[in-house]
């Protein structure tokens, strides 16, 4: 009978701790949403940022990474910005520099055309313009600058030294894999696709795939033929069907077997 009444007790008590651990979680996670939603940024809501411009339904994403040099920032309309992503324009905040002025002028320099996605973990930085199209989807831990180390001096410290700039423009339409870098003087046409961890410099054509470091094409679309050059592994993916319903959206495979 003790014996019954301690596992009784034991299991009690072990229900009570399991029910405070659950509801402890839930009060952490609800609270960490909370979060993330108040400190996202967007048109009604900018907080300290004050952009050049951000389009209605634009959002970036709390936490925010390092953001200055704003006013010469321009973010169009639905664009989707990440955690902890980098956005800068110059070398530094303005608020650090003699005069609040480091001479850009009234232009802007970084342009986030309408629909931009920019994945957790990105750096844009920008001294001379950097320029995306509508629509360009980039992967995490995208890397695009229009600023590089110059090393021309020996004697000196290359950290020291003045960097080279060049501006650099990414067409509509473009797709940027995960950890590639674009370096500055890069010119990339329309619907290009970058490859992860890809080092592209120079200039990219419409309709181009490269990979590598440095980037090289490895494949095109061939106007002659209307076709990939070479040809694609795989078919093109079946869209569902523009009437489909939640429901059937949820079963995939009957799509799949469909296709």
Known sequence: MFLSATAAVT???GAAT???RRAASRLVHRARRWVQNAGAVTAERPGLLHFGRIGPGTRLAHPLGTVFGERWIHLGDHCIIGEQVTLT???M???ALPGDDPGFGPDPVLRLGHGVVLGRGSHVVA??????GEKVYCGP??????INHSYDDIARPIGEQWPRTAPVEIGAGSWLGAGCVILPGARLGRNVVVAAGAVVRGDVPDFA???GAP????????EGTANWQPPLRTPAPVPFPAEASPEQLLDTGEFEQQA
Request: charged share 15%; glycine share 2%.
């Open 93 to 95: 905040p303005t608020d």
């Open 18 to 20: 399991s029910w405070r």
């Open 215 to 222: 980037a090289r094409i490895v494949r095109r679309w061939d």
């Open 11 to 13: 299991s009690a008590a």
């Open 127 to 132: 001294l001379a313009p950097i320029t995306l």
């Open 89 to 91: 324009v110059g070398l």
């Open 209 to 211: 795939v490269v990979a």
């Open 141 to 146: 831990y995208v890397y695009l600058t229009s």
